[in-house]
């Protein structure tokens, strides 16, 4: 299958900061978690995506286009959520509905009247006198109905009480089970993230860390507690941090292989929770 | 639909194989009948919190065992499996539990005939209470 969107070598130098190099593919079928620190760049990165922000050096293709190229037709076919919405202030929640639906051909009206009333958000009152809630339920009941092949979201579960958050896990959940669409979502949310990402994009600071399977993550490291504080751990490999009777190991194979020939018992075991990896990674 | 699967992260068994067994035994055990609907491949991943990659190749080892069947447009359901099929299932499983048993006691250095007297009271202790 063609890939929706790739990303090669992709640079970006704002002010002293530099961003990149990002290399990132992704097939239709996925949803890819992009997570960092504040101010790590994501955003800024979906921005170059949509050719909202120019790259210092790289390639985006998307759908096979270049995404800084005279056509711009690909657009029809991505569905972006930016962070902050400019210029809805002072419309209704219908006028902007009409406004958005008519650019977008596979515009799924029943899709827009499940979500508003999921989410109970009012349609004839004006952006600005919704709480910050809200206007993040309207953003995406106007977006996820677009029905592109891909879908950015950045932050989408900003401002969102537990219920509704829950509530649109499975709305995006539902939403990738109809052909070969892709989701990329940037986030601070660990559930988000552990319900439905399968792939985890990490940016520290503009440098991408890495892209991991989910389970790939989960199964590289490892906890490991002794009936004794451990001394003598200098030669064993893969350990990131050991503090008394515990070790965290980022290369359990390794590390359990040193601890058998050392002879070095432990009597527990337990893969780290996916929001203290993610932590360990970008600290 | 939804699943009672559990998966153990901290085991060393990689999850999809997880997954795999624990649908085997659901079938085998008769807790999910043949023709029955399981949940698309999305739907599992979120409720087990794992990727896609990882559900899909659970199911397609299901597929190819005969466990399960997809229809193009349909989804996914329970194929019609043997009684004989199903007996190996149950016995594969509950030899594996035994064996994950005894290791745990060789973990803790008992040898071979202490590990069968405690298997011998754990039977008699079941037995007593079963007839009482």
Redesign the interface.
């Given at each position: 299958m063609n890939a929706i969107a790739k990303i090669s070598h992709l640079e970006k130098i704002i002010d002293y900061f530099e961003i990149g190099p990002i290399d990132l593919t992704i097939e239709p079928g996925t949803i890819t978690a992009l997570i960092g620190n504040n101010g790590s760049g994501k955003s800024t990165f979906l921005k170059m995506l949509m050719n909202l922000a120019k790259p210092y050096r790289g390639n985006i293709q998307l759908f096979g286009k270049w995404v800084n190229g005279p056509d711009e037709s690909w657009k029809q076919r991505v569905a972006y959520l930016p962070q902050k919405q400019i210029g809805f202030e002072p419309f209704k929640g219908e006028t902007l509905k009409e406004m958005i639906s008519g650019l977008y051909p596979n515009w799924d009206e029943s899709l827009f009247q499940k979500i508003i009333a999921d989410f109970k958000v009012p349609l004839h009152k004006k952006y600005n006198a919704l709480s910050p809630g809200l206007q993040q339920k309207l953003n995406l009941a106007l977006t996820i109905p677009r029905n592109t092949e891909l879908m950015i979201l950045d932050e989408p579960t900003n401002f969102m009480d537990i219920p509704s958050k829950s509530l649109l896990q499975d709305i995006l959940a539902e939403w990738m089970e109809h052909g070969d669409r892709a989701l990329l979502f940037a986030s601070h949310q660990a559930e988000d993230i552990q319900k439905l990402a399968d792939y985890l994009v990490l940016l520290k600071d503009g440098v991408q860390k890495g892209v991991y399977l989910k389970e790939d993550l989960l199964e590289n490291y490892q906890t490991y507690w002794f009936g004794h504080a451990l001394t003598d751990t200098h030669e064993i490999p893969g350990i990131l941090t050991q503090e008394g009777n515990q070790l965290i190991s980022d290369c359990p194979p390794e590390t359990e292989k040193a601890l058998e020939a050392k002879q070095i018992k432990w009597h527990s075991r337990s893969a780290l929770p996916l929001e203290d990896i993610i932590a360990l990674l970008l600290s | 639909m939804t699943l009672p699967i559990r998966l153990s992260?901290?085991s060393r068994e990689?999850?999809y194989h997880q997954i795999e067994k624990q649908i085997k035994a659901l079938i085998a055990g008769g807790h999910i009948e043949a023709h029955t609907p399981l949940p698309?491949i999305?739907?599992l991943?979120?409720a087990l919190?794992?990727?896609?990659?990882?559900t899909r190749r659970a199911y397609q080892d299901l597929e190819q065992q005969g466990f399960i069947q997809t229809i193009q447009g349909k989804g996914t359901f329970v194929s019609n499996i043997s009684a004989t099929e199903k007996q190996e299932v149950k016995v594969a499983e509950v030899h594996e539990t035994i064996l994950q048993a005894v290791e745990a006691a060789r973990?803790y250095d008992y040898t071979f005939s202490e590990i069968e007297a405690i298997f011998q009271k754990v039977l008699a202790s079941l037995k007593n209470n079963e007839e009482a």
């Open positions: - | 992260k901290d990689p999850i698309s999305r739907a991943s979120k919190e794992v990727s896609v990659i990882t973990r």
